[in-house]
């Protein structure tokens, strides 16, 4: 399956440079990203947390330690057992009436572990052409959804590292705090934007091959010229970026360079061989 990618006329060094963003949370455009509806903990929740919180540490660690690249795991897991005595207080600050203030510190942790690549099943969205190629006028580019570069899950309990299909409901998904085996709420989105068809695939920013500051951190993942499948050059793109194609294009020889024109018969594009 070949999954695409909106860009702007400005992001073709995802093309010249082989490296896309991965971008983190709270520099998504949708407020709503990444705000599951949180439920407090019960008293029979608070009870096994207690009695098994070295086990749940252990959990924790064997599922994240990629997300703790200066500190052994070791010294990370004595340091979360050192919190134990502060349980308490924990279970008080995460009742029903606090959880408001729980979301900006969940927010924040996100933003500086992990980073999103999202990516679409069509290459013909007017809407996306519009909202996300500055008006028609960038590139689509094509993945390969089979390349290595979407398959870096360190194991079957990894959950980073491998294309996700993004489900979208009315509702906000529902998580849990003590619940450690579910990411659903990374792939869930409101139902208006189920016209993007999306997949998304999220790795820790530790791994990124390169970080630029831009004012904020811009974690850039590299790929291999094999990973491209398909360029589709927006109908508005200017004579310069429809050059600079040409030129990229011999990089990139499993990739097919095509171009989208306006359909004369229905509002829609149509997507041809490039002339």
């Not at 606090?98 to 809407?127: F, M, T, Y």
């Not at 360190?154 to 489900?167: A, E, I, S, T, Y």
């Not at 020889?253 to 829609?268: F, S, T």
């Amino acid at each position: 399956m070949i999954l695409y990618k909106y860009l702007q006329p400005v992001r073709l060094d995802v093309l010249r440079h082989r490296r896309i963003r991965f971008t983190q949370p709270g520099d998504f455009n949708d407020p709503f990203e990444f705000r599951p509806q949180i439920e407090a903990a019960t008293d029979d929740v608070r009870a096994y947390v207690e009695d098994n919180f070295e086990v749940l540490v252990d959990q924790l660690l064997e599922r994240f330690h990629a997300l703790t690249p200066i500190l052994t795991d070791a010294n990370v897991r004595n340091l979360l057992l050192s919190l134990k005595p502060m349980l308490p207080e924990v279970f008080r600050m995460v009742q029903t009436e606090e959880l408001q203030l729980v979301a900006p510190a969940i927010d924040k942790l996100l933003s500086l572990n992990v980073g999103v690549l999202c990516l679409s099943e069509v290459r013909d969205s007017i809407l996306m052409w519009g909202h996300y190629t500055d008006s028609h006028r960038g590139v689509v580019v094509g993945f390969d959804s089979t390349n290595p570069f979407f398959s870096k899950r360190g194991n079957d309990l990894d959950d980073f590292g491998f294309l996700r299909q993004v489900n979208y409901q009315l509702d906000r998904p529902q998580v849990k705090l003590t619940d450690t085996t579910s990411l659903a709420w990374f792939q869930t989105k409101s139902a208006d934007w189920a016209y993007e068809k999306e997949w998304r695939i999220v790795r820790p920013l530790s791994e990124a091959d390169r970080v630029d500051m831009n004012p904020s951190p811009v974690c850039l993942f590299e790929f291999a010229p094999d990973a491209v499948r398909e360029i589709v050059v927006g109908m508005r793109a200017a004579p310069s970026l429809i050059q600079e194609i040409r030129d990229i294009a011999g990089t990139f020889p499993w990739a097919a360079v095509l171009k989208a024109r306006e359909d004369p018969h229905r509002y829609g594009l149509l997507i041809e061989e490039f002339d």
